[in-house]
């Protein structure tokens, strides 16, 4: 089971970004996936989440509309499309396996290595 993060950088504020995840080794198209951000010295903070077939998603309130959450069940991947970035979203970005439809393999709350996101001017 395997997780992969890409997309992060150093923007300026206001920039955007287009974070990816890339998954391998389990039946993506069963499980739900999350976003979940860490700054320096804080605790993981939930930003979103997309329901196995995409029909549903959630955010928090500090990324709410601004980021948007998507997948390709196809390419295993789920995405974050984050748009008028701030300061405060400075943070290591993980890709996080939610609720499974069975999760008979028990990766609920698995993460990848995760990617930094940094907004500095």
């Known amino acids: 089971v395997q997780l992969v993060e890409s997309g992060g950088g150093l923007v300026q504020p206001g920039a955007s970004l287009r974070l990816s995840c890339t998954a391998s080794?389990?039946?993506?198209?069963?499980?739900?996936m999350r976003w979940v951000r860490q700054a320096p010295g804080g605790r993981p903070e939930w930003i979103s989440h997309?329901?196995?077939?995409?029909?549903?998603?959630a955010y928090a309130d500090p990324v709410k509309g601004r980021f948007t959450i998507s997948r390709d069940n196809f390419k295993k991947t789920v995405y974050l499309q984050m748009n008028n970035l701030k300061p405060e979203d400075t943070a290591v970005y993980y890709c996080e396996i939610g609720r499974g439809y069975p999760d008979t393999l028990n990766l609920r709350g698995r993460r990848g290595q995760g990617t930094q996101v940094t907004v500095s001017s």
């Open positions: 997309i329901t196995s077939v995409g029909g549903t998603k």
């Open positions: 080794g389990f039946t993506f198209g069963i499980y739900d």
